[in-house]
């Protein structure tokens, strides 16, 4: 896979190769640049990302690291950027604090009495909010849950501050909108700290009608530093009340429409055949009925989307597969049709062979093992042995795409190969499940090559070959010939996109 020696590209792909040793020297129309001791893989992906997100991680209010509900709203007092009145912040997650049980509106009540404030869950699948928040958004302990989703109450059956998946949107619909300055500045520093991971194309997932056009204008301008593949919001129809249909580019392509099945472990809103392990009274929550979703399949179908599916537990996934596995049988989606698995965390074994037998692609995180072992165990006990189910699906010729999920998690490629190969969880010293661990062999084609196969574009990107878009990362680390702390510890020299140097460390050539 790593490659050292010339290689000459030409308006934008690769023309020439020429194999050689101790460096990587690039040739293009901008003229030679030569990295020393270096070695150049086919450009890095990330097959499951929220850019819009990411940036909202790095440059908004954020409580990945905080260790108590007193920590976010410390954090919070000294947040500057509001949307109209409205206080927001992302990233919180009660299983790092002391006290793991969710939080209730009543701390937030303390620190914010008078101003409405809608945090997210690290996993986006539920949200922290006070008093006011309700109040403005009318909900009370009259309040049915919606469809796919849950109103979290206390004792006395009055709303607690926790929304849960669809449930969130009754508060969300109220907060104003960014403005689009403020987009564009959100976006353009994801992408910057995205391709300075090495990234040189990205599967951005469940977006926004209203950012799509500042990626159009990036992409015209030559700012974008990586590809952007979109698979837009669908869940309600979005693409159709905004008349959106696939449209291609060679920077930044809308190519598919996503769904989503169920929710988050973290939450518990991932859909099991069986109770939690660590709550009995529930199952998870199924997002929409089978017959919808069907539907919903069949119409962006027709219009030549891709089709990518939000499945988490058990449940969810075997609903999904056999949704896929009748649009397949039925003709309804011929073999050039891209039908795909979001995230694939928990599948029973019987239901590994039908992800080959149908064409439907897997796209997964391998940080979210490393990062949820400890709670997924809480949550499924004895199921965690068919969950992240790598290894399975590789064997039985599953074409599998890796990612990140950022921002819920960090997109740098090295956590994802270190994850892959040793599945070892954060803070723990022995691999959780280490049967489903794979090879970096095996990890580097899933962040190069298959991840392309997951769109319709592995056809020309994804291998160091003649004709092959020059999209190319170049690392001082061969991967296959290292130990884990050199692959964690690996730096990114370089980025080309399209032949065009994107990235690229200070003082390299």
């Known amino acids: 896979m790593a490659f050292q020696g010339t290689l000459t590209f030409e308006r934008g792909r690769i023309v020439e190769i020429i194999p050689s040793i101790g460096k990587v020297v690039i040739r ?14 086919p450009g890095f992906l990330d097959s499951h990302i929220h850019v819009f997100g990411y940036g909202m991680r790095i440059t908004g209010l954020s409580f990945y690291s905080a260790l108590s509900a007193e920590e976010c709203c410390e954090r919070a007092l000294q947040h500057t950027m509001f949307r109209g009145s409205w206080l927001t912040g992302m990233g ?3 299983e790092l604090w002391n006290d793991s049980s969710m939080p209730t509106k009543s701390i937030l009540d303390y620190y914010f009495p008078s101003i409405p404030v809608f945090f997210t869950r690290v996993d986006g699948h539920a949200a922290w909010v006070n008093s006011q928040a309700l109040s403005l958004c009318g909900i009370t302990s009259s309040t049915s849950n919606p469809l796919g989703g849950k109103i979290g109450k206390d004792s006395t059956g009055n709303p607690n501050g926790i929304l849960i998946d669809t449930a969130m949107e009754l508060v969300r619909s109220h907060i104003p909108d960014f403005t689009y300055a403020q987009k564009s500045e959100i976006i353009e520093s994801s992408l910057k700290e995205l391709s300075s991971f090495g990234l040189t194309e990205v599967h951005d997932m469940d977006v926004y009608n209203d950012v799509l056009p500042i990626f159009r204008d990036f992409a015209e301008k030559g ?7 979109s ?21 930044h392509r809308i190519c598919g429409v996503k769904y989503f099945m169920d ?20 199952n998870g929550i199924s997002l929409i009925e089978k017959e919808s979703l069907l539907t919903k ?28 596995s009748h649009l397949r049988t039925e003709k309804i989606a011929d073999i050039h049709s891209i039908l795909r698995i979001e995230h694939s965390q928990t599948v029973i074994p019987q239901d ?19 990062s949820d072992a400890s709670m997924a165990y809480r949550r499924l006990g004895d199921r965690c042995s068919y969950s992240y189910p790598w290894k399975s699906l590789l064997d039985a010729g599953v074409v599998v795409g890796g990612g990140s999920d950022a921002p819920i998690e960090s997109p740098d490629p090295r956590i994802g190969l270190d994850a892959f190969v040793n599945r070892i969880p954060f803070g723990t010293s022995e691999p959780w499940y280490g049967s489903e661990s794979i090879s970096m062999k095996q990890a580097l084609d899933i962040y190069t090559n298959l991840g392309h196969q997951l769109t319709d574009i592995g056809y020309r990107r ?24 050199k692959t964690l510890n690996a730096t990114v020299l370089a980025t080309y996109v399209a032949g065009i140097k994107r990235f690229s460390l200070p003082n390299q050539d």
Request: aromatic share 12%; with cysteine; net charge negative.
């Open 28 to 41: 293009s129309e901008v003229g030679i640049h030569t990295y020393k001791n270096a070695f150049a893989y």
């Open 92 to 94: 919180w997650n009660q």
């Open 223 to 229: 700012a974008l530093p990586l590809r952007v593949q």
């Open 231 to 251: 698979y837009i919001q669908a869940q309600n129809d979005e693409w159709q009340h905004n008349r959106l249909l696939p449209a291609g580019g060679e920077l």
């Open 263 to 282: 929710g988050a472990i973290g939450s518990r809103g991932a859909l099991l055949f069986d109770q939690y392990s660590d709550d009995e009274t529930t």
């Open 297 to 324: 399949f069949k119409n962006a179908l027709e219009e030549g989307w891709q089709i990518a599916t939000h499945a988490i537990g058990d449940k969810a996934n075997s609903i999904v597969l056999d949704l896929y």
């Open 352 to 370: 590994i062979e039908k992800f080959a037998a149908y064409s439907i692609g897997a796209a997964v995180q391998p940080i979210h093992c490393i």
């Open 462 to 485: 994804g291998q160091i070959q003649q004709k092959f878009d020059a999209d190319i990362t170049i690392y001082d680390t061969d991967f296959e010939n290292s130990n884990r702390q």
